[in-house]
């Protein structure tokens, strides 16, 4: 692996291995998803006591519930007792979490409660559900499942007026979408992070977000946009994205892009789609890019804010999960229209869903050598530069 790893070539992509080797793909289980926090859902998807759901990749399997006292939990999906998966459905509601093999029976806090016909010397206190690490960003929970999570304090610090701001603790969830890729999760994270692609690919990203064009023109458009008169805190940038995160921290990144002239938000001809988000007055005609770990994407608009989750099932399976998040105040069809607001990332990411899988299989062809990447691929360098550093043995 190491001799893979030094003989990549930086401003190309990466070579065959990296999407089909085995080995590699263990080592990327252990060194990133094991290592790494992770977005995992909303507050408001577990509005009562005893609502639960599951969070799945590759083998894992979290249980997040919601417990009498109204706390949130991250539990392993494995029982004490011989291992079996507890929890099987979905999602639900439930008083306590009873293994289906031999009843072994849980709190929702993954206290021990009762184990059939074990010796009195069994020790119920030492045989709960592993508990996951967990914080709550606003509403938004994260996982981290090292046994010493990476910190989040810079970012908190760091990001603390931005998520008051925009109110990241007064939005909800109002959709959730899961779209199954037949590719090696990278090829589907390094789409998420240029828009090389977009023009060819996204036309209808394209005419709203001037991301998608050429590099000088973008640029004007965001000079431009930083000389109006819009908050100080809305049009920040951080970066201490993936190579660029401080050791023992886990990296983030916030700026903001502008929009097309004209546009407001990323609906059909870029009209408003809802009520305006936290402590937003009006619209400014850009949009927000936030990155908190290396596999959770937000992207801002001033009136919805959606979330991106790319998680694998395989080496060559992975799955992007699409989140809608409104103002908590705001009602289905007075102030928004599901339909309209959920409409640009769902065919655009219908479309990625595509052009990745017809990605990987090219790479998988006894033909295919690493290519040139644009200087519209600069992001998703960053990307290949810390990726192979945490691979490193
Ligand atoms: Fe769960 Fe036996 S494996 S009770
Ligand atoms: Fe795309």
Redesign the pocket.
């Known amino acids: 692996m190491s001799e893979l790893i030094n003989n990549y070539q930086s401003g190309y992509s990466l070579g065959q291995s990296f999407y089909t080797n085995d080995d590699i793909y263990q080592k990327e289980i252990e060194n990133i998803f094991l290592k790494h926090w992770i977005f995992v859902g909303h507050a408001s998807q577990i509005p009562e006591h005893g609502d639960f759901f599951l969070f799945e990749f590759d083998q894992e399997s979290i249980i997040i519930t919601r417990t009498k006292t109204g706390e949130i939990n991250a539990l392993l999906n494995v029982?004490?007792?011989?291992?079996?998966h507890?929890c099987l459905e979905k999602k639900g509601n439930t008083k306590s979490l009873i293994?289906?093999?031999?009843?072994?029976s849980y709190n929702l806090d993954g206290k021990l409660l009762a184990?059939r016909n074990m010796n009195d010397d069994f020790d119920k206190s030492a045989n709960g559900l592993h508990r996951v690490h967990l914080e709550l960003i606003g509403g938004l929970i994260f996982i981290s499942l090292a046994e010493k999570p990476l910190s989040l304090k810079s970012m908190q610090a760091d990001l603390k007026d931005t998520f008051d701001l925009f109110g990241f603790d007064k939005m909800k969830l109002i959709k959730q979408n899961t779209y199954h890729i037949r590719a090696n999760w990278k090829l589907a994270v390094e789409n998420y992070q240029e828009c090389y692609h977009c023009t060819p690919s996204h036309r209808e990203y394209s005419e709203i977000h001037a991301a998608a064009l050429p590099p000088a023109k973008r640029n004007q458009h965001l000079e431009a946009y930083l000389k109006t008169k819009t908050n100080a805190v809305r049009t920040r940038s951080c970066d201490c994205y993936f190579d660029l995160a401080n050791e023992g921290e886990e990296g983030y990144q916030y700026s903001r892009e502008p929009l097309l002239p004209g546009m407001k938000s990323g609906t059909a001809g870029g009209i408003a789609a809802s009520r305006l988000l936290g402590n937003i007055t009006d619209y400014d005609g850009a949009a927000s890019d936030l990155m908190i770990g290396p596999l959770s994407f937000f992207l801002i608009y001033d009136d919805h804010m959606v979330g991106y989750r790319f998680m694998p099932l395989s080496i060559a399976k992975c799955v992007c999960d699409i989140f809608w998040f409104v103002h908590e105040a705001a009602e289905e069809g007075n102030d928004y229209d599901l339909k309209e607001l959920t409409w640009l990332w769902d065919v655009t990411t219908q479309a990625d869903e595509e052009i990745v899988a017809n990605n990987q299989k090219g790479v998988n062809s006894h033909f295919y050598r690493p290519g040139k990447l644009s200087e519209m691929e600069g992001f998703q360098q960053h990307f290949l530069n810390w990726y192979l550093k945490v691979l490193k043995p």
């Open positions: 029982c004490r007792h011989r291992g079996s507890i293994c289906p093999y031999h009843a072994w184990a």
